[in-house]
């Protein structure tokens, strides 16, 4: 007998090893349409069965709790089954010896807690409270609500044009999305249930570059109201195009030289070609709104503002830059990371050949500052993160394109202060390396390591950890604003301002493209409301007849990415976009949602707004 065997894995394990994998693809695309109750229910009875058996508040509590569940589900349940519920979860999350327990019981306390309201609806109505009225899981991720289904299933039939009409109903963007939206529509995929989830971006951008002519959208009879626009970005741009076309007579007052907001001041040419965001802003503008550049709004610019147009929109982003607080940030070589990409949007990018960059913070803007940098001839560029690179807020695919460049990721590296010479120039960032801990605000925080202070030397700082509203001016005169966000109702209307509306960074904070576009559609209805209006943006094409498929698997089509050693030399685009035999297999892919499961009875689509 041998005394020891070689580990192999059973056919047992192997199917046990799909049914996980399935399992955490269908977790991983779950949207908000299952009952919370009924979800966390299930949660509890999967965590019950991986039980060892060992500790009683775990064999035994979650068992108790799935019958509890079970009282609340099927009307058995009164008031003092939650107390029960909430009790029983705290005991086996403070007693469990392991955490199949402790975090079962984690969860459900969790649940309890957040969803409290739809437990006591399930306990006096005897059904769910939650709100089903979301359509299909791509939709409802995605925050301007376009018929994703609808405009894949165009480019599927080769009809690309039809494909951009559907997505300027919700999106006048389009060629601006396909390049840089963070498409969350894609997390919430169903097809991820089945292999991976539809390369939605990606086909977006397909069809506007295969668009077989142009065209105009039909702009509604005038109405004789004017309104102005202050901030031409994205928020403001979207309200602009679809004011227009419902008849008002728009302006948009821009205070730098171009339009675009940090879609040109933010956004690097190498993801999105100046040429191309032009083109997008052009056909807005053709549209008959009128445009003044250079002309910046403050306290009595904007009452007079208010006096002249009917109603006004304030959409002026979040520009300013965010301090560090640290000793030495004011010498000469620290500069924000808005001002570098500010300049390199104006074409007056700074030379940076044999200079040695730190570029100080996590998120995508800290990625495009350190790619520009390599583009304007650093020697060598830093990235220093006081967490992990697991935390980083920066999407994965910018931070895989900055380490391809060359930039180098100092996780766990907390500055501490600026490095400054006799000249009174920054020759290098003092950082503290970090220890990750406990989490806080969501993300495990960092703490200082038992390690010495080093000095990282170099010729240049970028500061990139956030930008602020330039709100003072709007704050003196009145208007609301808390923490230097301006407030709003729901609609978009500014308490005790009559036709004053507001949305987009400035009133959420720095946020994503897509959700600027989603709150420049929604003040232009709101706004067309209040001025007396109803006019409706309509569904202008027909969609190909649904057919069914089968299930057959079949891999996403990725975009591929020019060499690194090649495109670090240039500002052209980093991604190549899919070749028409990608992107019909691509669409081939849809499991068209908005036509079986809930599509089949809850209409599919939103045909008009």
């Not at 039809?162 to 006048?172: C, E, F, G, S, T």
């Not at 390049?179 to 995929?189: A, D, K, N, R, S």
């Not at 102005?228 to 979207?238: K, Q």
């Not at 400035?506 to 067309?528: F, L, S, Y």
Request: aromatic share 6%; hydrophobic share 40%; charged share 25%.
């Amino acid at each position: 007998m041998a005394r020891l065997h070689v580990m192999e894995r059973s056919h047992a394990q192997q199917v046990m090893d799909e049914l996980h994998d399935a399992l955490g693809r269908r977790l991983a695309v779950s949207s908000l349409a299952p009952c919370p109750v009924e979800f966390t229910a299930a949660l509890v009875n999967l965590c019950s069965t991986q039980s060892c058996g060992k500790c009683t508040p775990c064999r035994v509590g979650l068992r108790a709790l799935g019958d509890l569940f079970d009282d609340v589900l099927e009307g058995r349940a009164s008031e003092g089954t939650l107390e029960l519920i909430e009790r029983t979860a705290e005991t086996v999350y403070l007693s469990s010896d392991c955490a199949i327990g402790y975090e079962a019981g984690s969860m459900a306390l969790t649940a309890i807690r957040g969803f409290r309201d739809d437990f006591e609806h399930h306990i006096k109505h005897h059904s769910c409270g939650f709100d089903r009225a979301q359509l299909v899981p791509c939709v409802s991720g995605c925050p301007a609500g376009v018929d994703i289904p609808g405009y894949i299933s165009l480019v599927e039939a080769g009809r690309y044009l039809d494909a951009v009409k559907l997505i300027r109903k919700d999106n006048p963007l389009p060629i601006v999305c396909g390049l840089v939206c963070e498409h969350p529509c894609e997390m919430h995929c169903r097809r991820g249930m089945v292999d991976d989830p539809m390369n939605i971006v990606a086909l977006k951008r397909f069809a506007t570059e295969h668009m077989e002519h142009d065209w105009r959208p039909l702009i509604a009879e005038a109405t004789g109201k004017r309104i102005a626009i202050v901030g031409g970005g994205p928020a403001g741009l979207s309200c602009a195009y679809y004011l227009a076309i419902m008849g008002h007579d728009v302006t948009i007052i821009e205070q730098r030289h171009q339009l675009g907001g940090m879609l040109r001041y933010g956004i690097p040419s190498y993801r999105l070609p100046r040429e191309r965001l032009q083109e997008e802003i052009d056909w807005i503008l053709a549209c008959g709104i009128h445009v003044r550049l250079d002309e910046p709004v403050d306290g009595a610019a904007f009452a007079a503002l208010r006096d002249e147009y009917d109603a006004v929109y304030l959409a002026i982003g979040a520009h300013n830059d965010k301090k560090l607080g640290l000793p030495g940030e004011d010498a000469a070589g620290v500069e924000s990371a808005v001002r570098l990409l500010r300049s390199v949007g104006d074409g007056e990018a700074p030379d940076l050949t044999g200079e040695r960059v730190v570029v100080i913070g996590g998120g995508n803007v800290a990625m495009d500052v350190a790619r520009s940098s390599v583009r304007l001839g650093a020697e060598k560029v830093s990235i220093v993160y006081r967490r992990r690179i697991a935390d980083m807020t920066a999407q994965d695919a910018e931070i895989a394109g900055a380490q391809a460049e060359g930039c180098e990721i100092l996780e766990l590296t907390a500055p501490v202060s600026i490095e400054v010479d006799e000249g009174g120039r920054a020759c290098g960032v003092c950082v503290q390396p970090q220890i990750i801990g406990e989490p806080r605000r969501e993300r495990p925080a960092p703490r200082a390591a038992e390690t010495p202070e080093r000095v990282i030397a170099c010729e240049r700082v970028y500061v990139a950890i956030g930008q602020d509203i330039d709100s003072a001016p709007f704050e003196a005169i009145g208007v609301p604003c808390e923490r230097g966000r301006v407030v709003c109702n729901p609609d978009g209307s500014v308490p005790g301002f009559d036709g004053l509306f507001c949305g987009g960074d400035c009133q959420t904070g720095p946020a994503t493209v897509i959700r600027a576009i989603n709150a420049g559609k929604v003040a232009a209805a709101n706004i067309d409301h209040c001025l007396g209006f109803d006019h409706k943006v309509r569904l202008e094409v027909e969609l190909p007849p649904v057919k069914f498929k089968g299930k057959r698997l079949c891999g996403r089509c990725e975009l591929k990415e020019r060499e690194a050693s090649a495109r670090t030399k240039d500002w052209d685009l980093v991604e190549e976009g899919f070749t028409e035999q990608e992107a019909r297999q691509e669409a081939s892919r849809c499991l068209r949602c908005d036509h079986f499961g809930f599509g089949a009875f809850r209409g599919g689509r939103i045909e008009q707004w």
